[in-house]
């Protein structure tokens, strides 16, 4: 019944909105023979430009794998996923690549940034792989930075920043190409509430700016900042339209 | 993303491991400067060799007994007799000298100091034959080779050894317990193909025939060998098959020769192909260094593609096609392998350089060597990097990134 009632929705929101992400059946099986998990059991879901959508549920129900779909880091077993309208699907490893270079900002629970390289080299990095022009780079880098609060931290590598720093320059690294689609897995999962909330403040902006963000997250401080929550029960959407209000019902129940 | 892209973030990452990639490319250095020192020292004692049988004269032959297919009999035949010798000087028209020798080792003693060096038994026509010079006294004549006189010429580190800076002429030393009395100090020779020619006593042929090894065969005097010069460049050839005529003709062979005639061409073609067997060993020693070199850069690459997985992993996430990582790991191990070799091209220019200054081996630096060298170990970083390389840009971004 609800199911039916956000397509319906949703088919009255396609008329204004492009739509980003299509998730057509999507099943993921992992392991083979006997060990076998069903992560995600036919999930379908339609998330429209400029939406600021979290993605809920208990441990284990499938949210990092259905972000490693949306973020063409892994394919589904079956079903369909169209990505801005292509069929990502059908794609082989180098467009994947490309596709997340360009199209996809990622940022990930444990930062992931070059322990090496200073916190504009790895905001440029994207760019390297894009071919960006190398004088280009660094002033989009800075301008990357700027937009995150940390124009003044370029050259601190990661061990010189602070969790929370480290993360805005995640995200920075992740918003520098330009995507279309901002995916963060548990952005705020390593860090304290401080600093959880300049990381949201930094997202609601972005979103604001434009960009369409789609997180995985379990706390409902951070989902009751977004705009729209899908709510995942073991590998399939149980919810797929909760707005910010409906969390403290479902957190009760 | 072009191939300086990755060649400034393949060295930024080297760059960050300076100890490991040192130690890794410390195998390629050291294989890399034993190719280069081990050629070009194998190469100089190729020229060395060969120009000290070039100083004995253009125009020298040797005659030694045995034949030239069986020199590896121990039981050399003992037909080559003083006779021969004073028939070639008879008959042999091209011949401009002939040294019949006799060669024994035995310990020489004066005083209370003794010292155990090479005897060598000739007539005076040593000295022009071989282009040998006495340096103080004189020589022994033909009169004294008739008369089995006790004279000895010594050669000047036997002096040294026996005599130290006083004078040795006018003594008397012994030779397996006969006396023989100083006349004359040889010029120094240096060595040749190693063994020292200033550490021998030269004697009377005769004398050291009938005194110090005494007649063993029966066709007359046996000598070791007997060294002759032909009159000019042009008549080595006819002196070669003269000489052969004349003694086959003389031990009446009708099969197989039982001497071996050698003009100084044939000589060096053996030395050559002596010192190159050996320079190849030495080149291949070193190249089995090379080797394991490459293998230590493969394994440093195995160990940092595990080590990196999610620094890959991260690096696919944001957008690296398997081919950029390929071609990261790649130049990675290749800079390794070519920073290496350049490094060891140097320390090995520099090895055979202070060989060169320190003893009289003029070891050449091999062009060719150091092309093959550098060649040799950028090839192994692109043949030992593929592997690690392959496997990295074949890892799973997802695999790779949840990797801890
Ligand atoms: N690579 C894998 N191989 C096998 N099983 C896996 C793999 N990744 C995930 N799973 C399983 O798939 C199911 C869904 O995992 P997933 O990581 O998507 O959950 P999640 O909702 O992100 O959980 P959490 O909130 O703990 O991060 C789990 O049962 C998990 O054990
Ligand atoms: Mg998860």
Redesign the pocket.
């Known amino acids: 019944m609800q199911n039916q009632l956000s397509t319906a929705s949703e088919a009255l929101s396609t008329e204004f909105k492009p739509v980003i992400i299509r998730l057509e059946n999507i099943s993921k099986v ?2 083979i023979g006997e060990t076998l ?1 069903h ?2 059991r036919d999930a379908s879901l339609t998330v429209e430009q400029g939406e600021y959508c979290s993605i809920m ?11 490693n779909i949306i973020g063409c880091l892994d394919r589904p077993t079956s079903g369909h996923y169209y990505l801005d309208r292509v069929d990502v699907s059908q794609l082989g490893d180098t467009e994947l690549a490309r596709i997340r270079n360009i199209k996809l900002g990622f940022v990930f629970q444990q930062f992931h940034l070059l322990a090496q390289l200073s916190a504009v080299e790895n905001v440029m990095l994207p760019m390297v792989y894009a071919g960006v022009k190398p004088g280009e780079r660094r002033d989009r880098a800075v301008e990357a930075l700027t937009k995150v609060g940390l124009a003044n931290r370029l050259n601190n590598k990661p061990n010189q920043l602070s969790g929370g720093q480290q993360q805005r320059v995640a995200i920075a690294r992740a918003i520098v190409n330009r995507p279309v689609l901002l995916l963060a ?2 952005p705020t999962g390593a860090l304290d509430s401080k600093t959880t909330q300049e990381v949201m403040d930094i997202f609601t902006e972005l979103n604001e700016s434009g960009i369409t963000i789609v997180m ?1 997250t ?1 706390e409902a401080d951070v989902a009751r900042q977004t705009r729209r929550i899908v709510w ?1 029960r073991d ?1 399939e959407v149980l919810h797929s339209h909760l707005k910010p209000e409906d969390i403290n019902q479902l957190a009760v129940s | 993303m072009d191939i300086l892209e990755s060649i400034k973030m393949a060295t930024t990452t080297l760059v960050a491991n300076k100890l490991r990639s040192s130690l890794t490319m410390l195998g390629i250095i050291i294989g890399n400067a034993s190719v280069i020192a081990m050629v070009g020292i194998g190469q100089g004692a190729q020229k060395l060799a060969s120009e000290q049988f070039e100083s004995l004269g253009p125009n020298v032959l040797f005659i030694i007994p045995g034949n030239q297919n069986a020199q590896r009999n121990r039981d050399v035949p003992k037909t080559l007799v003083l006779e021969d010798a004073e028939a070639i000087v008879r008959q042999v028209p091209s011949v401009g000298g002939v040294a019949p020798q006799i060669q024994t080792r035995q310990s020489v003693t004066y005083s209370n100091k003794n010292t155990n060096t090479q005897i060598m038994g000739v007539t005076p026509e040593f000295l022009p034959v071989r282009s040998f010079n006495v340096a103080k006294g004189r020589f022994f004549s033909n009169q004294d080779v008739k008369g089995n006189t006790q004279v000895a010429i010594l050669g000047p580190d036997v002096v040294k050894k026996l005599f130290g800076n006083s004078n040795s002429i006018g003594e008397r030393v012994r030779i397996k317990n006969i006396s023989f009395l100083v006349i004359g100090v040889m010029e120094s020779k240096g060595s040749f193909l190693g063994s020292n020619q200033d550490d021998t006593v030269y004697i009377p042929l005769t004398t050291a025939a009938n005194r110090i090894i005494g007649r063993t065969s029966p066709y007359g005097l046996e000598v070791s060998f007997i060294s002759v010069s032909a009159k000019d460049a042009n008549s080595i050839g006819a002196a070669q098959f003269q000489i052969s005529n004349l003694l086959r003709l003389r031990h009446k062979i009708t099969t197989e020769d039982d001497f071996t005639v050698r003009t100084q061409k044939d000589v060096l073609t053996i030395v050559g192909t002596i010192s190159g067997a050996l320079t190849l060993m030495l080149a291949a020693i070193a190249g089995i260094s090379l080797f394991v070199g490459g293998i230590g850069v493969m394994n440093i690459m195995l160990v940092s593609v595990t080590e990196r997985t999610q620094e890959i992993g991260l690096r696919k996430a944001i957008g690296a096609t398997q081919q950029d990582i390929l071609i990261q790991f790649m130049i990675e191990a290749i800079i390794l392998s070519a920073a290496g070799g350049i490094l060891g091209t140097f320390i090995g220019v520099g090895g055979i350089m202070l060989v060169g200054a320190v003893t009289p081996l003029k070891a050449g630096i091999s062009p060719v060597a150091i092309a093959i060298a550098v060649g040799v170990s950028g090839g192994i970083g692109l043949f030992f990097g593929v592997v690690p390389a392959r496997r990295a840009a074949q890892l799973d971004p ?2 790779a990134l ?1 990797s801890a």
């Not at chain 1, 549920?57 to 972000?67: E, R």
């Open positions: 992992y392991g998990v992560a995600i549920g208990a441990s284990g129900s499938g949210k990092s794998s259905v972000m897995d548990e995985v379990h995942f590998g | 997802i695999v949840r």
